[in-house]
């Protein structure tokens, strides 16, 4: 297999050099030590959800395929409705939740954003990570308290 170093080394060698030279300051610039936790906090905590998820509803249930994730799904809804039902509506915490990401900046824009996701034709998974990436790792440590550790 190719080395992929030399990949980039390529590409970038065929950039335009005022291209380059505006790319390379941000090839510099160190990351915030809470957006780095935030990072790490989504890969780890979600893997020790999908893994538990996993164990009980595809390993110890045997239940159908995508069952884990369609309950990680519902789950989740349900946390950031405040453990609420959506048929009942949506809930101020939901708001609060979608409101981190940054072009859901209207209540109108949330709703739209918020039926979209809930669409049947919206697989489990995306849902799940979709909102996941919008909590704050206090809430994903939350999450995984009052749902994944009930297994």
């Not at 390529?10 to 390379?24: A, D, G, Q, S």
């Not at 990680?72 to 453990?83: F, Q, S």
Request: net charge neutral; charged share 25%; proline share 5%.
């Amino acid at each position: 297999m190719e080395n992929p170093q030399i990949n980039v080394r390529e590409i970038i060698r065929r950039l335009h050099p005022e291209l380059v030279r505006y790319i390379i300051p941000f090839t510099y610039s160190c990351q915030s030590p809470d957006l780095i936790e935030d990072i790490r906090s989504f890969y780890s905590d979600r893997k020790i959800v999908r893994d538990c998820y996993y164990d009980t509803f595809k390993i110890r249930l045997y239940t159908s395929p995508s069952e884990d994730q369609d309950w990680m799904a519902n789950d989740i809804i349900i946390y950031a409705n405040a453990d609420l039902a959506t048929m009942n509506g949506y809930h101020d915490h939901f708001f609060d939740i979608c409101s981190r990401f940054f072009s859901l900046n209207t209540k109108e824009k949330q709703w739209r954003f918020m039926d979209g996701l809930l669409h049947p034709h919206v697989k489990s998974m995306r849902l799940f990570n979709m909102i996941w990436g919008m909590l704050v790792p206090e809430q994903r440590q939350v999450f995984i308290r009052k749902f994944v550790f009930r297994f």
